[in-house]
Every structure is written in C-alpha cells, then in structure tokens.
C-alpha cells in the first residue's frame, strides 16, 4: 500500500501497526510545524507589524492544512482499521463525536446533576475506540473489506 493510499483512501484494511505509524507520523509533523513556527515567529522583530502579521497568517494557512490533513488521515486510517475488525466504517463516526457530544451535553447541562453520568459515556466511547482502533487485531483472513494485511501477499491458507 503506497503512502496515498495509506492517508487518504477509505477502502481496504490496515493493521494496527500502520495505525500506530500514522498517528506518530501526526504528532511529528505537528512537532516540526510547531518548533519552526516558534524559531520563525520568535526571532521576527514584532516593530514591522505587515512583517509579522503575514508571517503569522502564513502560520495560520499552514496550521489549517496540517489540520484538514492530519483529520483526513486520522479518519481514513480509523476507517481502514474498523474494516480490518471487519465492522463498517460509520462507527468512526461514534468514536469521533460521541466523547464530545457527551462532553458538550456535559456543559449544557452542569447544574442538573447528570453531568457525571455524560462524562462518564463519553470516557466509555473514548476507551472503547481506543481498545478497538489501537489494540485489537483485526479479522483473520480475508473479510468483506480485502485481505488480511498480516498475511503475506500470494500465501496459502
């Protein structure tokens, strides 16, 4: 599986490895970014505002398609590791909002005393995700989604 493929396609399956390399690959970028956006910006004589103010715009434009892309590929690797446990794809979409819907509900309801109930759900989904994005192996053997990413292209089972 080529790299575009990896980040940026829904179809298929990967396993956890691969995962786990897309997710360290995110915070490395975001390192990089960061510690060249401080260097940048910290040694900018903040006197000529025009200077400072397009470097910090540009900081923004790069910031947001590190954002757009890292989300892309957060999802389409989520996705790609829920067909591996051969489940559908749309459970991402549980595991991505339902630890902040909860959280918000939270919120909106402080003073009502279900707050730590909701906290509570939204932790649940958050570790279920977790367990079965990040630690659980996926299906045996070919699945409704393809082959099994573990085994070796062309073997016999």
């Known amino acids: ?14 396993n956890r490895a691969k995962y786990w390399l897309v997710g360290l690959l995110n915070v490395a970028a975001w390192v990089v970014f960061g510690s060249i956006a401080l260097i940048w910006l910290g040694g900018m004589e903040t006197d000529n505002l025009f200077r400072f103010a397009g470097g910090a715009l540009l900081i923004w434009a790069v910031a947001i398609a590190l954002s757009i892309a890292g989300t892309w590929a957060f999802l389409a690797t989520g996705v790609k590791r829920l067909h591996d446990r051969d489940k559908s794809g749309w459970w991402i979409l549980l595991f991505w909002f339902g630890p902040g819907l909860s959280g918000g509900s939270n919120t909106a309801m402080a003073d009502s005393g279900t707050n730590w109930v909701l906290s509570l759900i939204g932790l649940g989904i958050a570790i279920w995700g977790f367990v079965e994005l990040g630690c659980l192996r996926g299906t045996r053997g070919p699945n409704r989604f393809g082959p099994d990413p573990l085994e070796p292209q062309g073997a016999v089972i």
């Open 1 to 14: 599986m080529d790299w575009t493929t990896l980040l940026f396609s829904f179809q298929g399956r990967i």
